[in-house]
Nanobody, 128 residues
Framework: QVQLVESGGGLVQAGGSLRLSCEAS????????TGWFRQAPGKKREFVSA????????YYADSVKGRFTISRDNAKNTVYLEMDSLKPEDTAVYSC?????????????????????WGQGTQVTVSS
């Protein structure tokens, strides 16, 4: 059974940085793309970033472009989200998810549909 575990969340002041990790276990083979989503209190879950299996394609929400960087180390089964210049509005529970990298992924990566495994999430709080 596939399991995704996030880590690296915490409390940081505005302007600070955090690096989130998403470690996968239970996958045997196949090409999986990975995404990060976040959900703030009282709001719907929203797309943050995604990366293809080979790491060559990276996608970002407009709200984080230029501040967040996604990367992966397939030897460690881990995807990272480096978050710089954090703002109070980045406060949320951040969850990673992955799914088979099919042609649909390149179109629908911002939606939850392409992802079939989700982590429990890690809290990120940015104080002003």
């Amino acid at each position: 059974q596939v399991q995704l575990v996030e880590s690296g969340g915490g409390l940081v002041q505005a302007g600070g940085s955090l690096r989130l990790s998403c470690e996968a276990s239970g996958r045997t083979f196949s090409r999986y793309a990975t995404g990060w989503f976040r959900q703030a209190p009282g709001k719907k879950r929203e797309f943050v970033s995604a990366i293809t299996w080979n790491g060559l394609r990276k996608y970002y929400a407009d709200s984080v472009k230029g501040r967040f960087t996604i990367s992966r180390d397939n030897a460690k089964n881990t995807v990272y989200l480096e978050m710089d210049s954090l703002k109070p509005e980045d406060t949320a529970v951040y969850s990673c998810a992955d799914g088979l990298e099919t042609p649909d992924f390149y179109v629908y990566y911002r939606e939850e549909g392409p992802y079939d495994a989700w982590g429990q999430g890690t809290q990120v709080t940015v104080s002003s």
